[in-house]
C-alpha cells in the first residue's frame, strides 16, 4: 500500500443490489487515485451508499454521514459524498440536514462519478447529480472493495422497477426498469469464474421480467445462458414477482442443475384485500396456486418471503390471514417488516394509518410464530445428507464440536437450499463442494459432519 494515495471509505447500507453498486463506486474512486481504508476516521474521503426503502434505513444513512460535518484529518474535513437511492430521493434537500455533503449522487449518475469526484478535488462542492439515464452503464470495474465472500458473488442483471406497488418508494428512486445485455452479463460471470467465483447471484428488483436485446432474451433463457460458464457451479436469483413467475421459469429451474433448490418470493401479505390495496396484482389464492405448481415441479424447493405488517387499514382478520398463509406455506425463511410510510407513495397518503405501537405488536407475534416453523423446517434436515459449498472459516466456532471431530477449524458453507451449515474440517477450503451429513438444527443454522465418502 502506498502511504501517499488519498483514503476513501465507502459504507453500504440496504440490499444486496447497493451491495454491488459500491463495488462499482470503490472501483471508481480506484481509478481516482484512491485506495480504500477500513477506518473512516483516517479517511479524505467518505461515501454512504444509501438505502430508502425505509424511513430507519434512511435514518442511518443521515446520522453515518452527520459524523463527518466535524471531521478533521490532515487539517481538512473528508469528502463526503450520499449516493444511492437517499439521493436521488432528497437531492438538494439533504443539504438542509448536512450542510458539509460534497456530493448528491443520484442511482442513475454513476457514468458521471469520476467526473464529479475530479470536480471536488479541484475544490467544488455542494454538487447534486440525480439526473435519469436511459442506459445501463457498462464496463465499469468490479473489483476494487475488497469482498468478504469470494465463492459467491452478486451481479446485477436490470435497474428500476416499474410496478408501483402503493407501498414502495423504489420505482421513484431507481427509475425505469432497464435490463442489461445478455453477453455483458454472461462476460462479468465469466470473468468472475475465472478468478475463483462458484457461485452467482443474478440481481433485480424483478427479475422475471428481464427483457434483454429488447425482449428477445427473457429470464429464463438467460438462466440457461448463465449455466453454460464453466466453473460455476451454482446459480441463485432474487428478487422474484409472484405475478411474473411463469411456468417457462419453473421448468427453467427444474432443467437446470446449477439453480439453487430456493426461491425468495414476496407475498407481502396474506389478505387478498390488502395485496390489492398494495397493488400487488396478484391475490392469496393465485399466490397459493404458484406455490403448489412450483412445489409439483421442484418438491424439495425452499422457500423464503417479505411481509409487510401494519399496511394502512390492516384489521386483525387480515392479519389473522397473513398469518394462516405462513402455516400453510411453511417457509423457510421469512423477511417481516413493520410498514413505514414514504414521501411519493400512494400509501403514505391513505387515510387509517396504524399506530407504531400496533405494527410493532404485530412484528413481534409474526416473527415469533415464524421462528418455530423455520426451527420445525431446519429439524427436518437432521439425518439428511446435503452438499454445501464452503464460503469460510465460521465466526463464532463451537469449540466442543470441533474437539470432539478431532479437528482444528470449523468452516461453513451454504447449501442449495440457502441453508448455512457449520461443520468441522481441516481439509475443507472456500470454493468446495463438501456434502454432509446434518446431526443437529438450530433456529438460523445446521450442524454437519463431513461424509467419509467425500
Ligand atoms: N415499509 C415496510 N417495508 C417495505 N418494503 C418495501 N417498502 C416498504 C415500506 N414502505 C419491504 C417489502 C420488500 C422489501 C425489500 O422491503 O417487503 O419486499
Ligand atoms: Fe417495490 Fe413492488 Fe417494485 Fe418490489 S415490485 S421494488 S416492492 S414497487
Redesign the pocket.
Known amino acids: 500500500m502506498s502511504q501517499d494515495k488519498p483514503k476513501a471509505y465507502v459504507n453500504t447500507i440496504g440490499?444486496q443490489m447497493n451491495v454491488y453498486d459500491s463495488q462499482i463506486l470503490a472501483g471508481l474512486l480506484q481509478n481516482a487515485g484512491y485506495e480504500q481504508t477500513h477506518d473512516p476516521d483516517l479517511a479524505d474521503l467518505v461515501l454512504c451508499n444509501t438505502c430508502a426503502?425505509?424511513h430507519k434505513a434512511q435514518e442511518k444513512a443521515y446520522s453515518f454521514l452527520g459524523r463527518f460535518a466535524g471531521t478533521r484529518i490532515k487539517g481538512k474535513r473528508p469528502l463526503t459524498i450520499m449516493a444511492g437511492c437517499v439521493a436521488q430521493k432528497e437531492k438538494e434537500k439533504a443539504f438542509a440536514r448536512l450542510p458539509h455533503l460534497d456530493l448528491v449522487l443520484g442511482t442513475q449518475a454513476f457514468g458521471r462519478f469520476e467526473t464529479h469526484v475530479k470536480a471536488l478535488i479541484a475544490g467544488e462542492t455542494r454538487i447534486v447529480d440525480t439526473a435519469p439515464s436511459e442506459n445501463i452503464f457498462e464496463g465499469f470495474p468490479k473489483d476494487a472493495l475488497a469482498v468478504k465472500i469470494q465463492v459467491s458473488r452478486f451481479v446485477t442483471i436490470m435497474q428500476g422497477c416499474e410496478n408501483f406497488c402503493t407501498?414502495?418508494v423504489v420505482p421513484y428512486v431507481r427509475g425505469k426498469e432497464r435490463s442489461r445485455n445478455p453477453h455483458a452479463i454472461v462476460e462479468e460471470i465469466e470473468g468472475l469464474a475465472g478468478s475463483g467465483v462458484r457461485e452467482i447471484t443474478l440481481l433485480g428488483q424483478n427479475v422475471n421480467s428481464y427483457a434483454g436485446n429488447n425482449g428477445q432474451v427473457s429470464f429464463a433463457d438467460l438462466l440457461y445462458l448463465v449455466s453454460r460458464v464453466d466453473g460455476i457451479d451454482r446459480i441463485r436469483f432474487a428478487t422474484s414477482h409472484p405475478k411474473d413467475l411463469s411456468m417457462d421459469l419453473i421448468r427453467a429451474m427444474k432443467d437446470i442443475d446449477k439453480v439453487c433448490n430456493h426461491l425468495h418470493l414476496?407475498v407481502?401479505s396474506g389478505s387478498s384485500e390488502i395485496l390489492k390495496r398494495m397493488n400487488r396484482k396478484y391475490d392469496r389464492d393465485t399466490y397459493l396456486k404458484r406455490i403448489s405448481a412450483l412445489r409439483q415441479a421442484c418438491p424439495d424447493i425452499a422457500l423464503s418471503t417479505?411481509?409487510?405488517v401494519g399496511f394502512p387499514g390492516e384489521t386483525i382478520s387480515d392479519f389473522q390471514q397473513t398469518m394462516d398463509l405462513l402455516e400453510t406455506v411453511e417457509f423457510d425463511a421469512v423477511f417481516a417488516?413493520?410498514?413505514?410510510a414514504?414521501s411519493f407513495t400512494p400509501a403514505a397518503k391513505f387515510s387509517n394509518q396504524l399506530d407504531e405501537q400496533t405494527k410493532r405488536d404485530r412484528l413481534n407475534t409474526l416473527l415469533d410464530f415464524q421462528e418455530k416453523i423455520t426451527e420445525k423446517k431446519n429439524k427436518a434436515f437432521v439425518g439428511k445428507k446435503v452438499t454445501v459449498l464452503v464460503e469460510g472459516d465460521s465466526p463464532k466456532p463451537r469449540d466442543g464440536f470441533v474437539k470432539k471431530n478431532k479437528n482444528t477449524r470449523q468452516m461453513f458453507g451454504r447449501s442449495g437450499a440457502n441453508k448455512i451449515v457449520h461443520f468441522a474440517s481441516d481439509q475443507a477450503a472456500g470454493g468446495d463442494l463438501v456434502t454432509l451429513q446434518i446431526i443437529n438444527a438450530y433456529p438460523h443454522s445446521l450442524w454437519g459432519e463431513v461424509c467419509e465418502s467425500d
Open positions: 440490499c426503502i425505509r407501498y414502495c414476496p407481502q417479505d411481509i409487510i417488516f413493520a410498514y413505514s414514504r
